[in-house]
């Protein structure tokens, strides 16, 4: 097949500079494997800007970086500039036109997918290219950008579902919110509340527009195929999401050192690992600093453990005093982010304790890396592989956490067993050649479909 992948991100092959994210790689883990399996493939990127910068400008910075991808194509990017509702407006009847088209919940399509304008330049890319059938990657532009494009069949490949984060924020306000804002009058609250409820329900409804379009939805996390089939998109697939692990048997998996949980060698939990601000990180490290933290002191009583907290950025105002208690180890942004995973006991994944409900590149991480994984119950959900005392250990409180985290710490076996079985999951279902395949599977029906 002649495959066309739609993306905001550029293909890294790995974390080169400030603002390469998890995407970015696995972009460039899926397509160099699809190219590798025979296929002929190109990435278009489309480039936002704010309009306070040059379409030229944008250009110019991305030059270098195009230079450098081998093994597939990418092409000259397509840029749109965002003009999306929450960004800010000049002058005061924009801004007022706005707020006034989100109480009436009016706000268009375009302002949440200013992308969709360029459909007719992404077929002619696509008429070019010769390509068989789009696929856009974890990318909300890029879906907006070839939903028009009707002439090919179209594959969404979607992560967290676009509109949900702002949803979870504006319910739960008390945590993310600034104590400065606390000075608006109640009023001046009430009217920002529905404003932003006006906004939330206009993206969700331009959301749904632009995958209805397409014909599969793939799903990197299993908990959302439900949203979808709900609302009656009739080919949604749970797929999963990669990494670039070691080679199996190249020795470099996890081996958590050697602590024994003595003052000189205290037992290293990674406790997060990832930017402090983002909205699942919000959520996870709630639950790691108000319920997991006193009920580990309590659990290790007796032996000496650090819980580090690794990644760039603030935690919301809420939560900073909650950093400065016993045993956190507040690390920021660290270079070598392997090396401290590799050394830890216990990778202890959080983030889905709370309200959003992800894979998470990191779970898949820890298994390509094998760690040691314990996480909440809440991950059960996204992610169907998990396999309680095979691959990973299974909390529903942070009492019980707390007490499988000890367990992992002191039984080497089981510790080791974990790692093993990890590794292995992912050597199953989560390698680039596994994820790409079936993305391919669904892809090849499709155009099956659309031939006949």
Same mark, same amino acid.
Request: with cysteine; hydrophobic share 40%.
């Given at each position: ?109 375009? $302002? ?38 009707? $002439? ?44 932003? $409820? ?255």
């Amino acid at each position: 097949m002649n495959i066309l992948i739609v993306s905001e991100n550029l293909p890294f092959d790995s974390v080169k500079s400030k603002g390469v994210t998890a995407v970015h790689i696995q972009l460039a883990l899926v397509a160099r494997e699809m190219s590798a399996l025979g296929h002929k493939v190109a990435v278009l990127p489309i480039q936002m800007y704010d309009g306070h910068s040059s379409e030229q400008d944008a250009n110019a910075s991305l030059s270098a970086e195009l230079d450098e991808w081998r093994g597939y194509t990418v092409l000259p990017p397509l840029f749109i500039r965002d003009t999306a509702t929450g960004k800010r407006g000049s002058g005061v009847f924009r801004r007022l036109t706005r707020v006034a088209r989100s109480l009436l919940k009016i706000i268009p399509m375009r $302002e949440f997918y200013p992308s969709i304008v360029l459909g007719p330049e992404v077929t002619k890319c696509a008429d070019r290219f010769g390509a068989d059938i789009l696929l856009s990657f974890i990318s909300p532009h890029a879906s907006g950008a070839m939903m028009t494009a009707t $002439e090919y069949p179209r594959v969404v490949f979607q992560g967290n579902i676009d509109f949900v984060t702002d949803e979870l924020r504006l319910e739960f306000d008390s945590l993310f919110r600034e104590s400065a804002t606390l000075s608006r009058s109640p009023i001046a609250r009430l009217i920002k509340r529905k404003v932003r $409820e006006g906004y939330i329900r206009c993206y969700e409804m331009s959301h749904r527009h632009v995958v209805l379009r397409s014909q599969a939805i793939l799903n990197t996390s299993a908990g959302n195929n439900q949203y979808y089939e709900d609302i009656g998109h009739p080919k949604v697939v749970y797929v999963g999401t990669t990494w670039s692990g070691p080679p199996a048997n190249a020795g470099q998996q996890g081996s958590g050192g050697v602590s024994d949980g003595s003052a000189s060698k205290p037992f290293k939990i990674i406790g997060h690992a990832g930017f402090l601000g983002m909205t699942a990180s919000t959520f996870g490290l709630e639950y790691l600093l108000k319920y997991t933290m006193p009920a580990l002191r309590q659990e290790m009583n007796g032996y000496a453990f650090e819980v580090h907290i690794i990644g760039g950025g603030k935690a919301t105002e809420v939560l900073r005093p909650y950093l400065k208690q016993e045993n956190i180890v507040l690390r920021g942004y660290v270079k070598d982010l392997d090396s401290e995973l590799l050394d830890s006991d216990v990778f202890l994944f959080l983030n889905n304790a709370g309200p959003l409900k992800s894979i998470f590149s990191r779970q898949i991480i820890a298994w390509a890396m094998g760690l040691c994984l314990v996480v909440h119950k809440g991950s059960l959900e996204t992610l169907p592989e998990l396999d309680h005392g095979n691959n990973v250990l299974v909390g529903a409180s942070a009492p019980e956490l707390a007490s499988l985290v000890k367990r992992a710490c002191l039984d080497r076996d089981l510790n080791r067993k974990l790692r093993l079985g990890g590794r292995y999951t992912y050597d199953e279902h989560f390698t680039p050649a596994a994820i790409s395949g079936k993305i391919l599977s669904v892809m090849e029906e499709m155009v099956s479909t659309n031939s006949s």
